[in-house]
């Protein structure tokens, strides 16, 4: 059975660096799919933050790209996320998730999250 | 303002079904596969439909999904407290580049 777990701190202040941390046991995530984040800030929906495989490939949200950057450690079968200039509208609950996508350059006609973690709380406050 | 429009609430008593719509566009629903999800209160979003009408093992066959145009619509039949939850579609957005969510759908069995 596959399992996500994040960690990470839970408070970040305003125009520092949100770091978070994805372990995933039960596969590999060097034996395929694209990993990758979610947000859902307090009460509201979801937003697809951006994904990545361990070949390199990766997707992200354009309103986020700028600041967003997704690692894979394939030795410690975790991957990552960092999001930079943080402010109070990046509190939301984080979740990672396993993705299945089907895409021919760039365009993915399947996408969709199969497996994901319980979820982290990460407020942006000073 | 969510690219993917699904009404916010909905209520139906138990035992009945209910239909749940997610309206999009030719960029998105329209050309590409459309997944659902289920949030029940304060836990992570569980994947129910995938590729518009896919059931992963363990969901039963109540819950279904089917797609028509730019239009793709969730149903539960014989319904229960337990299925008291947010309902979220999600597909990709070919102009976007980007995944894509509905708002959501509180479900209330009554």
């Known amino acids: 059975q596959v399992q996500l777990q994040e960690s990470g701190p839970g408070l970040v202040k305003p125009s520092e660096t949100l770091s978070l941390t994805c372990a995933v046991s039960?596969?590999?995530?060097?034996?395929?799919?694209?990993w990758g984040w979610i947000r859902q800030p307090p009460g509201k929906g979801l937003e697809w933050i951006g994904s990545m495989s361990h070949s390199g490939g990766s997707y992200y949200n354009p309103s986020l790209r700028s600041r967003v950057t997704i690692s894979l450690d394939t030795s410690k079968n975790q991957f990552s996320l960092k999001l930079s200039s943080v402010t109070a509208a990046d509190t939301a609950v984080y979740y990672c998730a396993r993705r299945v996508g089907y895409c021919n350059a760039g365009d993915c006609y399947v996408h969709y999250f199969d497996y994901w973690g319980q979820g982290t709380l990460v407020s942006v406050s000073s | 303002q969510s690219v993917l429009t699904q009404p916010p609430s909905m209520s139906a008593a138990p035992g009945q079904k209910v239909t749940i719509s997610c309206s999009g566009s030719?960029?998105?629903?329209?050309?590409?596969?459309v997944s659902w999800y289920q949030q029940l209160p304060g836990t992570a979003p569980k994947l129910l439909i995938y590729?518009?009408?896919k059931r992963p093992s363990g969901i039963p066959d109540r819950f279904s999904g089917s797609k028509s145009g730019s239009s793709a619509t969730l149903g539960i039949t014989g319904l229960q407290t337990g299925d008291e939850a947010d309902y979220y579609c999600?597909?990709?957005?070919?102009?976007?580049?980007?995944?894509?969510f509905g708002g959501g759908t509180k479900l209330t069995v009554l």
């Open positions: 030719s960029s998105n629903i329209g050309n590409n596969y």
């Open positions: 999600g597909t990709w957005d070919s102009s976007l580049s980007a995944g894509v």
């Open positions: 039960g596969f590999s995530i060097s034996s395929g799919y694209y």
């Open positions: 590729e518009n009408d």
